[in-house]
């Protein structure tokens, strides 16, 4: 016979997980209380290195069933979801999740949604990744500096050039312009 868990979890001490067992309690899922593992950790970290999560996984074996309210109740984006999914169901354990009608991820129509899903998600990061790369490219046309500011003025810099051809050591112009040896180090590259 099947074992049935719940795994909730909340981003902030501030929430609780109270409303997700209610609603897996009314979808109809009697689950012990000992089955319930509850966890409060931000959705930017991955299932795998969640410790509730990790500890769920020790106690699932195959044939157990695992419910969740939404899909990013187990991983920060549509890959972390699949892979957490496609482990689960390599280890034989179903995958339920409320907010898609209860489907079971693992069965052929879940792994049609998880599919659509991961399309999605492969959708909207393209697009994030070439909104982004049209903001880089439009700030280099206007002229915008990237990176850490220099830690020397442009002044500086021509000091520092001429004490190297000057032969000063390195260590010595980093110390009279108050700089780290790596900076001069670093001018001194770009003058060859």
């Known amino acids: 016979m099947s074992r049935v868990f719940a795994y909730c979890r909340v981003s902030t001490a501030d929430q609780t997980t109270e409303n997700q067992v209610q609603e ?4 109809g899922f009697s689950i012990a209380p000992q089955r319930i593992v509850t966890e409060t950790v931000s959705g930017s970290v991955a299932a795998l290195e969640r ?3 990790v500890k769920l996984l020790d106690k699932l074996e195959q044939g157990d069933v695992l419910v969740v309210t939404k899909l990013d109740r187990l991983g920060r984006n549509a890959m972390d979801v699949r892979t957490t999914v496609e482990r689960l169901e390599a280890s034989g ?6 907010a898609l009608g209860g489907v079971d991820l693992t069965s052929p129509a879940g792994k049609m949604t998880m599919q659509v899903i991961n399309a999605v998600a492969e959708f ?5 990744i070439e909104r982004t790369n049209a903001g880089i490219n439009r700030a280099k046309a206007e002229g915008k500096a990237f990176g850490r500011p220099s830690a020397l003025t442009v002044a500086q810099q021509e000091q520092v050039r001429q004490q190297i051809q000057a032969g000063v050591p390195i260590a010595q112009i980093a110390k009279a312009h108050q700089t780290s040896r790596q900076t001069v180090m ?4 770009n003058m060859a």
């Open 24 to 27: 897996i309690a009314a979808a």
């Open 124 to 128: 909207e990061r393209d697009l994030l």
């Open 186 to 189: 670093r001018l001194r590259a």
């Open 93 to 98: 354990v179903r995958v339920h999740c409320l």
């Open 51 to 53: 410790k509730g999560f």
